[in-house]
């Protein structure tokens, strides 16, 4: 924080990392303790940063100066705590019973920051995320005891929630979420990642209308990686920023080399993609590089990726079609939003999930319900598209309900630049000839 640390105006209190460790060592040395085990918190103040935006950061370090006196105060005669680096505090209970008492003292840490008065804060509270980790239990070293806090905090801060007790499943999935992030890198700079088209055809001609852009990657080293998978792990990080411009760019350079300057070309957003409120910029510089009209930009938000994305999604969405862009509710009927928050997102397309779609052929309840989505959406003026079109009986089943546009394997899967345009070619001499 350029200096503006928790313990910059706490020095007695602030040992850093390496004071912890030291104290902590000599706490363990004395701590056979046979009524009970030494705890270690964690505790970070998850949204510093934005409190010394909006309070100033003379503000947002009085503030957090505050919050660590107000823990030390909280603290009994054998416990103590460190100032661990610029948003973070270690604290330690000698002794401890049970992981029961290390979560009381988490919920207490948070009301201590709620608690906590910001200066010209705007009714701010301080936030705070920690990690939980019992002696000997989850170490017998004080480095392995603090690794085992900070790794339960980086699975609070996965969770999105107050707080985690470290666990041996938790740190091994972080690993080798750290390690797929590595492999990540790696990848974007070798030029590992690939993107496929898979057609959306009009569902009263069968003639393309556009594409959706699927991201795909094969690692040497671990073949085929599923996209959930590393999407899951770099979303809400840069990485997730780097390949969305690599989709982006990739997706109107393809485009414009496709027969015909009316076909649309759909991208996939995350919540923290669109949160971040730049989106409408990146699409516009993609289309002015690689000469496309705005207009034949389609965005994918799911249904619940919307809900997730807060208060600015709306906002967000709003921006992107002020700008020509086509907004699409992707995934629509397995998410969480209310008919009221639906009825309000600035749309002009739903995609009806392809759990629904796929087994429309033996299952009337799936068809009713289908049937239900699209005269719903119709009466909001959406255009429909149904995924997950794997059968002639079901597309035609989709074309009696009055389905728009359709996507599934039935058309085609995911197809390399190449082999689009040659399904391109393809599907428009066959419609010459029908005339």
């Known amino acids: 924080m350029n200096g503006m640390s928790i313990g910059s105006a706490a020095s007695e209190l602030d040992g850093g990392s390496l004071g912890f460790l030291r104290r902590l060592q000599e706490c363990l040395g004395r701590s056979a303790v046979p009524s009970g ?49 610029d948003d973070r505090v270690g604290v330690v209970l000698n002794p401890v019973h049970n992981t029961g008492h290390l979560t009381l003292a988490a919920n207490r840490i948070a009301r201590i920051a709620s608690g906590t008065p910001i200066p010209n804060g705007n009714g701010l509270e301080l936030e705070v995320r920690v990690g939980l980790a019992m002696y000997p239990e989850h170490g017998a070293t004080p480095e392995r005891l603090l690794r085992s806090a900070d790794l339960a905090l980086e699975t ?47 569902a009263s001609t069968l003639e393309p209308t556009g594409a959706e852009t699927l991201l795909r990657w094969n690692n040497p080293r671990l073949g085929p990686v599923p996209p959930q998978r590393f999407i899951d792990v770099a979303d809400g990080t840069e990485q997730i920023d780097e390949l969305s411009r690599f989709v982006l760019h990739g997706a109107a350079q393809a485009a414009t080399a496709w027969p015909g300057t009316d076909l ?16 409408a910029h990146e699409l516009e510089s993609a289309a002015a590089i690689w000469g496309m009209e705005m207009n034949r930009f389609t965005v994918e938000i799911t249904e619940n990726g919307v809900v997730a994305a807060g208060g600015n999604a709306l906002s967000a969405l709003e921006a992107l079609r002020d700008v020509g862009v086509r907004v699409s509710i ?81 058309f085609a899967r995911p197809l390399p630049q190449s082999e689009f345009v040659e399904f391109l070619l393809a599907r428009r001499s066959h419609a010459q000839l029908a005339r």
């Open 37 to 85: 085990a030494t705890g270690i918190i964690v505790a970070q103040l998850a949204n510093l940063s934005q409190i010394n935006t909006t309070a100033g950061y003379g503000n947002g370090h009085r503030a957090s100066v505050a919050f660590a006196r107000r823990v030390e105060d909280m603290l009994r005669s054998d416990d103590w705590m460190c100032v661990i680096g």
């Open 156 to 202: 609070a801060a996965k969770r999105q929630a107050m707080f985690a007790i470290y666990t041996p499943e938790d740190s091994q999935s972080l690993t080798d979420e750290w390690d797929l992030s590595t492999e990540i890198a790696a990848g974007l700079e070798d030029g590992e990642f690939e993107l496929r088209f898979q057609p959306k055809v009009t």
């Open 264 to 279: 649309t070309v759909a991208v996939n957003l995350t919540p923290s993609t669109l949160e971040s409120g730049s989106i």
């Open 330 to 410: 992707d995934d629509f009927g397995t998410g969480n939003s209310s008919l009221a928050y639906f009825k309000n997102i600035p749309a002009d397309e739903l995609k009806i999930d392809k759990s629904f779609v796929i087994d429309m052929h033996q299952s009337e309840s799936s068809t009713r319900l289908v049937r239900t989505i699209i005269d719903l959406a119709h009466s909001f003026g959406l255009t429909v598209v149904a995924e997950g079109v794997e059968s002639e009986v079901v597309a035609r089943k989709l074309q009696e309900l009055g389905c728009d546009v359709l996507q599934g394997y039935y």
